[in-house]
């Protein structure tokens, strides 16, 4: 869970310690507020707390729907998986085998003698 928000996903970018992030962009704060108003709904509607739901595969799967609203088409969810907690669990079964690289680039800067 990401500390700020209590969401899955940080809504903005992160730092490293290596440097400074950028500020929240108006498109990260619109997902944060859609993401937001979403997991109330859909907590409710299931009758648990929205840190139950978000840290739950429909959780996840509504993180991933809202950034598709925002963002346009980037992951395979519907919005049926956020609603539909069985729905989500089976997908996250079925994908839970697969590999995942986490690959950045560290930023190293020479330092010439004078």
């Given at each position: 869970?990401?500390?700020?928000?209590?969401?899955?996903?940080?809504?903005?970018?992160v730092s490293s310690d290596e440097y400074l992030p950028?500020?929240?962009?108006?498109?990260?704060?619109?997902?944060?507020?859609?993401?937001?108003?979403?997991?109330?709904?859909?907590?409710?509607?299931?009758?648990?707390?929205?840190?139950?739901?978000?840290?739950?595969?429909?959780?996840?799967?509504?993180?991933?729907?809202?950034?598709?609203q925002v963002y346009g088409p980037l992951?395979?969810?519907?919005?049926?998986?956020?609603?539909?907690?069985?729905?989500?669990?089976?997908?996250?079964?079925?994908?839970?085998?697969?590999?995942?690289?986490?690959?950045?680039?560290?930023?190293?800067?020479?330092?010439?003698?004078?």
């Amino acid at each position: 869970m990401h500390k700020l928000t209590g969401t899955p996903i940080p809504m903005q970018i992160v730092s490293s310690d290596e440097y400074l992030p950028a500020p929240q962009t108006g498109q990260q704060r619109e997902v944060e507020a859609r993401l937001g108003e979403l997991a109330g709904t859909l907590a409710r509607k299931q009758g648990v707390s929205r840190r139950k739901f978000f840290r739950s595969a429909a959780g996840v799967a509504a993180a991933y729907y809202v950034m598709n609203q925002v963002y346009g088409p980037l992951f395979a969810v519907s919005a049926v998986q956020a609603a539909m907690p069985e729905l989500a669990e089976e997908r996250s079964r079925a994908l839970g085998k697969q590999a995942v690289f986490d690959a950045h680039t560290h930023s190293c800067a020479r330092i010439r003698a004078a």
